[in-house]
């Protein structure tokens, strides 16, 4: 009854706010439901959970669960524009997303999660073809088309996003400042105030010439000391935190963590696409990244990746793709501070790789959610293959390997234990690698309406010596597979 009430309650606001509005506003609504069932066999290479972070002192706990290897999990959004004209709309969109018999789909028991994923207000400028975005809001840094989204950022954010046109058709800029994290809102926890957010600012200047597309871009964000970086997943699937992807390993060695107030991090990088010999195109990404420059010597961190990939697309049939990347990784000594670029939300991925958090159509338990930084890898995809009417599939292989030397990971395992820092099959040492395979499958049974099957499979050759007996035995014990199948419909 209680999820009856709020569903009510939710679907209720939505049709009264556009009641009211219809006298001088249109009313758009869109959107999906997925209803699919994931059965994911040695998440994590073990079948036992990720090393996490339980409070911001910091404290830590190692693998203590074991997966249930089958869930039926049920998505539904709807997403709402309230258009007052062409240059005024605001845009409310609710999710919820949970698994079969847990939270809100608990058979009479249900506790209530309708959740807000977007929310923002977007108008143009008056006179002009500026226009600003503000609020929660999908936020990318520049990618090549060929690798899904970023490895420094790419998820929902609330943020201020301005977009300008330079030259028509050409040269333009997109500018936006966001706020991440504010973890103690209205009131600090003392009389005198702390820094306690993570804000981030961005500049990106989109060029479009005949035959070829680049886009330079910069971003920079302010870490306060006191922010909860803990606690707080920069991952859809919980298997990293804030703290990973932005302090260096040496920060957990005594003095342990920051010393400054505020910390700032910032990334310049451009990301090519070449077209002028179509049908071959060409894709391309450079970016480097630093933080914490005026900290101690072992907490600061510093890093490059780089991609690159072809794909051909003179055939009907298919696209095949090749792709590669690389980045820098920790080097022997932790006290000289981290060798990986930082990074805040990765959403970054080749071919719809099983290896990573990309772009998974049946997106919960969907990847093994690899880091990017620390390791390199090629890889070769087999894309938009279709023999038969409304029917496609997507067929990719990856091979990543380790670029962080051993001796840093042993030595911080050897300090903390089995930590969330360091993870097993999530980093890579040099010497280990895991290869990849994923083979899925879409059929359009109505033009809204699709039954998809995404397979993936993984097998990780792991050093006994970095991360201990118990971890690496129970990853040869097998290796780590997925399939999921379920329907998507959009309306």
Known sequence: MKLLRSLAMAVSCVVVLCAAAQAATEVRMVGDALVYGVFYSNRNFTGWNAPAWTSAKPT?????????????????RVRTDFVANEAVKFRLSLKVEDTWGHGTYTAANPTTAVVPYQAFLQFKLPGCAVSATAGLQRVEMPQSQLFYSSPVFGDNMAA??????????????????????????TYDNTTTQ??????????????????????PWGAVAVAGRNTDYFTNKSSQYKTSFYADNLTSAGTYVTPAL???????????????????????????????????????????REGWFLDAGAEYTGWDLLTPKAFG?????????????????????????????????????????????????????????LDNMSFFEKM??????????????????RFLNSSMGS??????????AVGEYVLGVNFDNKYMIYQN???????????????????????????????????????????
Not at 196 to 212: K, M, R, S
Not at 419 to 428: A, E, I, K, S, W
Not at 479 to 488: E, N, Q, V, Y
């Open 258 to 300: 920051w010393k400054n107030d505020q910390n700032a991090f910032w990334w310049a990088g451009g990301a090519f696409e070449v077209s002028a010999f179509d049908p071959v195109r060409f894709y391309a990404d450079v970016i480097y990244g630093t933080g914490s420059q005026s900290e101690r010597k072992k907490n600061r």
């Open 60 to 76: 830590w706990k190692g693998p203590s669960k074991t997966e249930e290897s089958f869930q039926i999990w049920e998505r539904f």
């Open 419 to 428: 930590n969330p820092y360091f993870v097993m099959g999530r980093d890579l």
């Open 325 to 381: 990347w690389w980045s820098t990784g920790e080097d022997k000594s932790t006290m000289n501070g981290s060798e990986r670029m930082p990074i805040i939300r990765s959403n970054w991925g080749p071919g719809n790789s099983f290896l990573f958090d990309d772009n998974q159509e049946l997106v919960k338990d969907a990847n093994v959610a690899m880091s990017p930084v620390g390791s390199w890898g090629l890889g070769a995809s």
């Open 160 to 185: 201020l996003v301005v977009k300008a046109p330079l030259i028509d058709k050409t040269l333009s800029a997109v500018a936006g400042f966001g706020r991440l994290i504010d973890t103690d809102r």
């Open 194 to 215: 702390v820094a306690d957010e993570l804000d981030a600012y961005f500049l990106a200047l989109p060029i479009t010439l005949e035959g070829f597309k680049a886009t």
């Open 449 to 491: 309406l699709a039954a998809i099957v995404e397979t993936g499979w993984a097998h990780g050759e792991f050093k006994q010596s970095v991360w201990g007996h118990r971890l690496v035995s129970q990853s040869r014990e097998g290796d780590t597979w997925k399939i999921a199948f379920g329907l998507s419909y959009k309306f």
């Open 392 to 409: 496609t599939h997507r067929l990719t292989f990856t091979y990543v390997g380790g670029t962080n030397s051993a001796r840093a990971i």
